[in-house]
């Protein structure tokens, strides 16, 4: 998704924004372009290819310069072509990039042509670098200022003016956006990771805050007109751990590395203790009686194995939401609900959106599950859990979903302690699970030789089936949209039992039907339901926990996994299904880690 790097220096900073730029390839764009302010105006260079071409280019005009505003763009306005890559310029005398949607832009353009602005892109970012030229008497901030007041929708803006070269003005709503702060010399992010290796210094802007940066200052002013002081922070060690080693993608990384990211994130108490989730976590744990989960993508299947687990476990009631979802309707607000937001990144916009209208319906307990212990969730909600996955770059999530299902795992056992549905020796017998898991988890990437033998016949097919039950089915649905997001091939999964109910239909022998099958309560439904789709002549593939004593024959592939691994199953049974997507799409040679019109943090609606 679109992000944005703005700097003040009085070096040449073109290399430190393709730079930042570069680092947040990993959200997924289609275009990017960088301005500077050079011989009196700004100065740009696009693409609609990678950073790495906008790098040649500034190298090839020597477009240099101390000011500047960078951006990397995925089309929502205007299809991904260079008139409609930022910086937008008005007049030729600002440069402006923006992230996010504004809602009001066709009114605003109707306003901006009457003055006789005219639009040469489809994007509504125009209408910002406009709106902010047409206000603009001298001062650049307070045009800003002014200008945001006449936006409705979500974003984060950075703008840089001829008269001002050593200033810009970023603004944000709804979008990320931080500061970084150097030594006589200044930034602008949409992450802090974007500036690794530059400062360690950030100020997270706050929602409706707008900054001036110059080379010594950074001024604030809150939606209220008010100047504050923000927080200073050092955020630390965003500078490394994004090098590929011998793999060949990120994903691939990203699923060797499981067991690692697993072991980090078990806490590390022999015990389930509130303290895991905050200080004052067990005071708010005893005020609740359910939870409401709220999620997007891959996040909202962890939401939904939570579920399971939050109620056979803690015996809470649990509900699960897609948070774009449960944002725009009528809900019935009940103090006793811990509200969960799950996300990787922190900042996932319909995620975050959905948390303010939980806590503006008058919800107070909150907990976010997140890899980013900066993040807008972490600092919105009360409780927090720290999934330590470590910086996650492929577009799909794996090391990501692992990690929140350890996370969600500890919150229902630590509830199940509390609310006295866990004994100590099942408290123990927990802990003990946790910790063998690395390894199990290793036992089931060796695995990956008779995956790449499957992923040749699944290369060739346009559609697959995945079933699962129970605490499975969400694995189930985790598997499917691993599978479409990166091969294109379409998938979808349904609990097994009703494969009659419709799906039953689809079954042919081009349509590989996977199952997910443990050696858990309900394994003799799961078989049966498996006779079902080889009666119809369908195409099995399963991944059968050793002990189920299912075995491969005619029309069923079996691939053995370790024995049954109790409540924390999903764990494994998911791996070979990431593997299965990941050789799948390379098979098919697709852009793995970056797959057409996705985008790793969704930062708009
Ligand atoms: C995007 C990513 C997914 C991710 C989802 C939610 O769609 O491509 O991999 O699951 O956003 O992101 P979050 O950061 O909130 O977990």
């Known amino acids: ?21 570069r680092r947040l390839e990993y959200r997924g764009y289609d275009s990017c372009g960088v301005a500077v302010l050079a011989d009196g105006g700004p100065r740009r260079a696009r693409s609609v290819a990678r950073v790495a071409d906008l790098d040649a280019q500034t190298r090839d005009t020597h477009l240099e310069g101390g000011t500047g505003v960078a951006h990397t763009r995925w089309a929502t306005h205007g299809a991904p072509v260079t008139d409609n890559a930022h910086p937008i310029f008005s007049k030729d005398e600002l440069a402006l990039v923006h992230n996010g949607i504004i809602e009001n832009y066709e009114s605003l353009r109707e306003m901006l042509r009457g ?23 001298g001062d650049l901030f307070a045009a800003v200022r002014e200008t945001v007041t006449h936006l409705d929708g979500a974003y984060a803006i950075a703008v840089e003016h001829k008269d001002h070269p050593h200033t810009v003005v970023g603004a944000r709503q709804g979008s990320p956006l931080v500061v970084g702060l150097g030594e ?35 001024r604030i002013v809150a939606r209220d007109g008010a100047s504050v002081q923000r927080e200073v922070r050092t955020v630390e060690a965003y500078g490394g751990g994004v090098e590929l080693g011998p793999y060949r993608h990120f994903m691939q990384k990203e699923i060797f590395e499981q067991p690692r ?15 895991l989730f905050g200080e004052n976590a067990a005071a708010v744990f005893a005020d609740i009686d359910n939870l409401l989960i709220l999620a997007c993508g891959t996040s909202y299947y962890s ?49 975050l959106a959905a948390l303010k209208h939980a806590q503006a319906l008058g919800h107070v307990h909150t907990l976010a599950v997140c890899n980013v212990a900066t993040s807008a969730m972490v600092r919105l909600t009360s409780l927090s859990f720290h999934t330590h996955a470590g910086r996650e770059i492929g577009v799909a999530s794996t090391k990501a979903f692992t990690t929140q299902l350890v996370g969600l795992f500890v919150l229902a056992a630590t509830l199940g302690k509390l609310r006295g549905t866990v004994s100590a020796a099942q408290e123990l017998d927990y802990v003990r699970q946790l910790r063998h898991l690395p390894a199990a988890l290793n036992s089931v990437l060796a695995l990956e030789p008779q995956i790449i033998a499957w992923s040749d016949a699944f290369s060739r097919k346009e559609s697959a089936l995945f079933l699962g039950r129970g605490l499975h089915y969400p694995i189930a649905l985790e598997g499917a949209l691993k599978l479409k997001e990166i091969s294109y091939i379409h998938a979808e999964a349904y609990p097994a039992g009703e494969l009659k109910h419709g799906p039953l239909a689809l079954v042919t022998d081009a349509m590989p039907v996977v199952a997910i099958a443990p050696n858990d309560a309900l394994l003799e439904k799961l078989k049966s339901n498996l006779q079902e789709v080889k009666a119809r002549g369908g195409e099995l593939y399963v991944f059968a926990d050793s002990d189920t004593r299912i075995a491969s024959e005619a029309g069923m592939h079996v691939i053995r996994m370790p024995e049954h691994y109790g409540p924390l199953s999903p764990i494994l049974h998911v791996v070979p299904l990431q593997l299965l997507a990941y050789h799948t799409a390379f098979a ?7 797959p057409r019109n996705l985008a790793k943090s969704v930062t708009v609606e």
């Open 115 to 137: 003055k006789g602005y005219v639009f040469v892109s489809q994007t509504d970012t125009e209408v910002v670098a406009h709106l902010v030229h047409s206000l603009y008497r």
């Open 1 to 21: 998704m679109c992000g944005i790097v703005g700097a003040v220096a009085q070096r040449n900073i073109v290399p430190v924004l393709i730079e930042g730029l």
């Open 303 to 351: 939401g939904l194995t939570a579920k399971y687990w939050l109620e056979s476990i803690a015996k809470i009631p649990t509900q699960v939401e897609i948070a774009s979802e449960y944002r725009y309707r009528d809900s019935v607000p009940n103090p006793k609900t811990l509200v969960v937001v799950i996300s990787q990144s922190g900042e996932t916009a319909d995620t």
């Open 184 to 218: 006589g010399e200044n930034f602008l992010a949409s992450d802090a990771l974007a500036l690794g290796g530059t400062t360690e210094r950030f100020i997270f802007l706050e929602e409706g805050d707008v900054c001036e940066l110059t080379l010594e200052r950074v």
């Open 588 to 594: 098919r040679g697709t852009d793995v880690d970056k």
């Open 261 to 275: 990211a697993i072991t980090d994130t078990i806490p590390q108490s022999d015990s389930f203790d509130a303290s």
